[in-house]
């Protein structure tokens, strides 16, 4: 499995963004996918997961019912809507691929296969 993350950019703080991870294969059909995002110097975080069945679980003390994720399985790719933007959330954002479907989904170790990574920036 291998996975492409984009959409990152350079935004106002309030603004908006979307993210977009492709997998290579038929993997949406059968994988969960969750992202995580990072600020050099600390811990990966987990942002959000949506399991093979399609629930969605975010971590609302950093998301707080700003962020979105969906998946359409037509086209392989998985997305995380960014509204609201806030200077904190500055980090790199990945994209990561769980064989077992996305029921265990806030570490690092529950994941098989990770994206590159796409960078958010916002400013104040």
């Known amino acids: 499995v291998q996975l492409q993350a984009s959409g990152g950019g350079l935004v106002q703080a309030g603004g908006s963004l979307r993210l977009s991870c492709k997998g290579s294969?038929?993997?949406?059909?059968?994988?969960?996918l969750g992202w995580f995002r990072q600020v050099p110097g600390k811990e990966r975080e987990f942002v959000a997961v949506?399991?093979?069945?399609?629930?969605?679980?975010y971590n609302e003390d950093s998301v707080k019912g700003r962020f979105t994720i969906s998946r359409d399985n037509a086209k392989n790719t998985v997305y995380l809507q960014l509204n609201s933007l806030k200077p904190e959330d500055t980090a790199i954002y990945y994209c990561?691929?769980?064989?077992?479907?996305?029921?265990?989904?806030?570490?690092?170790?529950?994941?098989?296969?990770w994206g590159q990574g796409t960078l958010v920036t916002v400013s104040s």
């Open positions: 294969g038929d993997i949406l059909t059968t994988y969960g």
């Open positions: 949506i399991t093979r069945t399609g629930g969605r679980i």
């Open positions: 990561a691929a769980d064989r077992s479907g996305g029921y265990v989904y806030s570490r690092i170790s529950d994941y098989d296969a």
